[in-house]
Structures are given as C-alpha cells and as structure tokens.
C-alpha cells in the first residue's frame, strides 16, 4: 500500500516509516525539513500544512491508500490538511493524545470519557493543548467521517526520544553517585514508540476501519517508577545509590511534577482527591492489536541508541540541574538525621 505520513522524522515519524517499510509499503513522507533527516528509502514532499500551496503540490503527489498524521496541533491546520487529501486516501489515521480527556487526571478514562470542546476551526491561541488535540480530532471527523481513525498515546518512550525523559534518566543513572528517585511503587503506563508505529500501520492499513478511538497506553498495573529505575540500572551498568525521597517531601520542595523528576506524579495522601495519571484504559488499542513489549527492552534499546547519539536529546525543563539535586539531597540528609 501507499502510505503518507504527516510530521516529523525525528522520533515517532521515524518510527512509523520504520514500520510501514518492514510490512512491505511504500511511504510519502510531508514536512517542513526542519528536524530530524529525510530517509532515502521514502518520497518526500516538501511543505508547510499551514501553507495552502504547499498543501495543493501534496495532493498532487497522491492518491495513497491511508495517511499517518503524527503531529496535528491546531485545528484549522488540520482542517486544511484534511480536506486537502480527502479525495486522494481511504483511510486516514490522526494521532491525538489522552490530554484531549476533560477529566483526566481526576478521574480513571477509558476511550469513551468526555472530551474537551474545541472549534474545528481553532487557531493556535484559541485553546490549550488538550482543547486543540480535542479540536483536530473534531477537524478531521468533520471531513472525514468514518475514515478518519483517532488514536490516543499516552507517555512514548523509546531509541530517538526527542523530549528527554527517559534519555534523562539514563544518562543520570549512568553518571553514577546518589540520585534521587520517586517512591518505586508509583505507576506508570507507558508505550513503546516501535509498538506505537506498529499499530498505526496496523490500523491505515487495516481492510476494515477499527472503532475509533484508540486509547494506545501502556498496561495497567505492570510497570513503576522503581521498575524503570531498575531498568535504567541494569541497561547502564551504573552502581548508582538510589536515594527514595517520599512525595511528600518532593511536593514541598517544588519539584517539577513530570519534568525535574522525569515521569514523577504524587500519589495523594489519604482524605485528598484521587488522581489517576496512570489509569488510562487500553483495552481498545489491545483489540486494535497494540503489543506491549517489556519495559526493559524499551529501556535497554533507548540507550544502546543514546550511548552512541552524537547530540543528547533534551529540553530545559526535563531533568533536575545538579545544583537542584544536591540541595534536595541535603534536604533529605538534614530531615534524617
């Protein structure tokens, strides 16, 4: 089959073309050329969707079989980007988030939780980041119809992560010395970006469209934070001293919840509200036939990757700066003692 895929080459872009090409497709690839390198094994149009011509010389590289959009932000971009090849594709797969779920995290979601509201027609500014995923999957309906297929990542880990998370906690790790780390037993729910673009593929290329949406998170109940911690560890044969710091302890120093400690949410004291950032239901993505491969080879292949990546993928606000960490660590020294 043809397949065309909207976004970057960096990281879950990369994937996907990695995946489409293993089952034997042929893939179009449409960006700006600003990130990541163009795979010489695809056909690349270059362009802007915000742009309406570059939008008009796409369509006329169609028609393909399914489009794989990685990366809709706004909505009235992705209106346009819709309309444009609606003619030209059976199938067109919009990769969204669970950010798009109006009471997450205060409540457990399954795919049917209510959304955000959000104009198919909203501009950059005219929401946040849940309102304007909400919005793009409104957009693409509103073309679409049946042919548009919403999927919902949660956390995506794995070899060329370009946000930092895990990179963070490998490289950390790795350094050695004491670190401080989350409470072990915190949950987390996390999807490989390999078995994410597998499912993708999976579902454009699927002969019958899969009830839409598709929840695509990790297992509930399987991995934590110490899991990954351990993990990290073992990939890295670091000897470093893990340093527990309960959340409490974290809540009162101002950590950055997800950020300065990487994938880190408290989980409540007793008499507060629940939260529930890591009881996302995946029952739908396991029927679309997402596999789940083990936490461990995530990790493992992240850093066989990053151990030899030239450039150390991060942004300012993932990680802890060793100033930070060691006034932490002398914070939890002078409480204990």
């Keep these: 089959m043809r397949i065309l895929v909207l976004g970057g080459t960096v990281f879950l872009g990369r994937a996907v073309i990695d995946s489409a090409l293993a089952s034997g497709h042929s893939v179009t690839t449409f960006n700006r050329g600003k990130s990541g390198v163009d795979d010489a094994r695809v056909d690349v149009v270059r362009g802007d969707r915000t742009v309406a011509a570059d939008l008009g010389r796409l369509a006329e590289a169609g028609p393909w079989d399914a489009v794989i959009?990685?990366?809709?932000?706004?909505?009235?971009?992705?209106?346009?980007?819709?309309?444009?090849?609606?003619?030209?594709?059976?199938?067109?797969?919009?990769?969204?988030?669970?950010?798009?779920?109006?009471?997450?995290?205060?409540?457990?979601?399954?795919?049917?939780?209510?959304?955000?509201?959000?104009?198919?027609?909203?501009?950059?500014?005219?929401?946040?980041?849940?309102?304007l995923k909400a919005g793009c999957e409104a957009a693409a309906v509103s073309v679409l119809g049946e042919r548009a297929v919403l999927v919902r990542p949660g956390i995506?880990?794995?070899?060329?992560?370009?946000?930092?998370?895990?990179?963070?906690?490998?490289?950390?790790?790795?350094?050695?010395?004491?670190?401080?780390?989350?409470?072990?037993?915190?949950p987390l729910q996390l999807v490989d970006v390999r078995d994410l673009a597998d499912l993708l593929v999976r579902l454009a290329t699927a002969s019958e469209p899969a009830s839409s949406p598709v929840v695509a998170v990790g297992p509930v109940g399987r991995d934590t934070h110490g899991d990954l911690v351990r993990c990290a560890m073992d990939a890295t044969g670091s000897a470093a001293d893990r340093v527990e710091l309960p959340d409490d302890f974290l809540v009162a120093r101002g950590i950055g919840v997800w950020s300065e400690l990487p994938l880190w949410t408290p989980v409540p004291v007793a008499g507060e509200p629940a939260t529930h950032h890591w009881d996302v239901d995946p029952s739908s993505a396991v029927a679309a036939g997402l596999q789940s491969r083990p936490l461990a080879q995530t990790v493992s292949d992240t850093w066989d990757w990053l151990k030899d990546s030239p450039v150390q993928p991060a942004r300012p606000e993932i990680g802890l700066d060793p100033q930070r960490e060691a006034e932490l660590l002398a914070a939890w020294d002078a409480r204990v003692s």
């Design 69 to 131: 959009d990685t990366s809709p932000q706004v909505p009235r971009d992705m209106l346009a980007s819709a309309r444009s090849v609606e003619p030209l594709v059976r199938r067109y797969v919009v990769v969204s988030s669970v950010s798009v779920y109006r009471d997450w995290p205060d409540e457990p979601m399954t795919a049917g939780s209510a959304l955000f509201a959000c104009p198919t027609d909203a501009g950059p500014d005219d929401g946040h980041y849940g309102e």
């Design 156 to 186: 995506i880990l794995g070899p060329h992560e370009n946000v930092g998370r895990l990179p963070w906690w490998l490289t950390r790790i790795a350094r050695g010395g004491r670190v401080p780390v989350p409470r072990p037993d915190g």
